[in-house]
């Protein structure tokens, strides 16, 4: 009966555990896109980050000076100036030659004020006064994405029915203002219905702007909840390893299914923006720029998951995982004897650790994603640079345990590691089952024995 009891009590651990994975691999995308939105939209250092490289891209520039410099062109009547010119000509008694050679200076001229006007606007653009003030206007206007986001407020970014457009005013205003120092007063005649340009057109904007607007609440919650469902999952199950390994691996295929979606989204967003609004690879520099923050929060969790994965086969019974942790103990063990035939002994705090291996690797492992917490948006590269120095740290107690010595007036034990408590070669402690932790069904157990089940 109480076998009977032991392994409905098992079952029941098993449905609850895949219900709440289930839970958390469902909430896992939800929560890094609404953790992305609720810090881009709430953080103004964040947002300014963001938006930043914008203002020094190639692209975007290339739009940016020619936007500009054809309004500025528009508004500069070349064919009034030749014409005045013709005719002040015909007053100072030229020739009809010379007066109808006026004419002929349309084009050219138009050409010479284009040339002058691109070149002035293109210094402005392309000035690190220019990104300064890109900046500081994003700074200031910070309430205009969550006007996009929410529809409340205004700024930079706003929304104007089913259009996003960006409001280039200060730019307009500061090459304006050198286009007449330098000469040209009819620049000042910019109109300011010009001074805006639609960056993209969303047929569906006031859904997104509703789905944001979720997002912007819950960003703080989602991934807080599901995070607790994901360690409620592995708490709960009977196997805490081989849970742990399967929520890391499907946590690992949801950022990858994220991956995806936002490649989708971006081809999408390529496609609804005519050439004509923006060209094709300015637009794919915007989408790439707002997004990039989103994207690399994924490629670290797949990275993470797969690591997280990884590291729990190797704690488990295949032959592979025996196979590696056992030529990392003969690795250490020989490394620790080399420093006792050195003449270097740890002692006592050696043994110490010895003797509590499970503590120590705690401990290196509790640090190491407390460093990441603590990251400010860790990359792929931030947690394999903590993996590696989490390594070496595990590496170097280990061989400090193994260097540890017997005590004072004790010898080693006849076929055993100094303070290890573990057969040489074999990795695990006695008693211990494959891979160095006991059988799912406990000690004296066979794992996942049924009534009527020999073993």
């Not at 203002?55 to 936007?67: E, F, G």
């Not at 009809?96 to 004020?113: K, Q």
């Not at 032959?319 to 990392?328: C, E, K, M, P």
């Not at 004897?337 to 690797?361: I, N």
Request: with cysteine; aromatic share 4%.
């Amino acid at each position: 009966m109480r076998r009977a009891a032991a392994v409905r009590h098992r079952g029941l651990r098993r449905v609850g555990a895949s219900l709440l994975l289930l839970a958390a691999l469902l909430l896992a995308p939800l929560a890094v896109v609404a953790d992305w939105v609720d810090d881009t939209v709430s953080d103004t250092g964040r947002y300014v980050k963001t938006v930043a490289p914008l203002a020094s891209d190639p692209a975007v520039q290339d739009v940016l000076i020619d936007r500009l410099t054809d309004r500025v062109v528009r508004n500069v009547d070349v064919a009034a100036v030749t014409a005045a010119l013709g005719r002040q000509l015909q007053e100072a008694g030229a020739s009809p030659r010379v007066v109808a050679g006026a004419d002929a200076l349309t084009e050219p001229l138009r050409s010479a004020v284009r040339s002058t006007v691109d070149r002035t606007v293109t210094g402005v653009i392309t000035s690190e006064a220019f990104q300064q003030a890109w900046e500081g206007a994003n700074r200031g206007a910070h309430a205009a994405v969550v006007q996009v986001l929410t529809g409340e407020g205004g700024g930079a970014v706003r929304a104007e029915g089913a259009n996003v457009q960006l409001d280039v005013g200060v730019v307009v205003d500061q090459v304006q203002q050198r286009l007449v120092d330098a000469g040209f007063d009819k620049a000042a005649a910019i109109p300011d219905s010009d001074r805006t340009i639609t960056l993209f057109r969303a047929e569906e904007l006031s859904r997104a702007q509703d789905a944001m607007r979720v997002l912007d609440v819950v960003g703080l919650w989602v991934p807080v909840l599901t995070v607790l469902l994901a360690a409620l999952a592995v708490w709960t199950a009977p196997s805490h390893r081989l849970m742990l390994m399967i929520t890391a691996t499907g946590t690992g295929v949801m950022m990858v299914l994220l991956l995806v979606a936002l490649a989708v989204a971006r081809r999408v967003y390529l496609d609804s923006v005519p050439p004509s609004v923006l060209p094709p690879d300015a637009a794919a520099t915007i989408y790439d720029t707002f997004v990039r923050f989103l994207h690399n929060r994924a490629v670290t969790l797949l990275v993470a998951s797969v690591i997280t994965a990884l590291t729990a086969y190797l704690y488990g019974p295949g032959r592979l995982a025996r196979a590696v942790r056992g030529t990392s103990e003969r690795a250490t063990r020989a490394a620790g004897g080399a420093l006792v035939r050195a003449g270097v002994r740890t002692g006592a705090p050696g043994r110490r650790l010895a003797r509590h291996p499970v503590w120590t690797t705690a401990a290196v492992v509790t640090a190491g994603v407390l460093a990441l917490l603590l990251w400010n948006d860790p990359t792929a590269g931030a947690v394999a640079l903590v993996l590696c120095l989490m390594l070496a740290v595990l590496i170097a107690l280990a061989v400090l345990a193994a260097a540890a010595g017997p005590a004072a007036g004790e010898a080693p034990a006849t076929g055993q590691a100094p303070g290890t408590g573990q057969a040489p070669g074999t990795g695990q402690a006695p008693g211990a089952g494959p891979g160095g932790e006991p059988p799912e069904g406990g000690p004296g157990k066979p794992p996942d024995s049924e009534p009527g089940k020999q073993t």
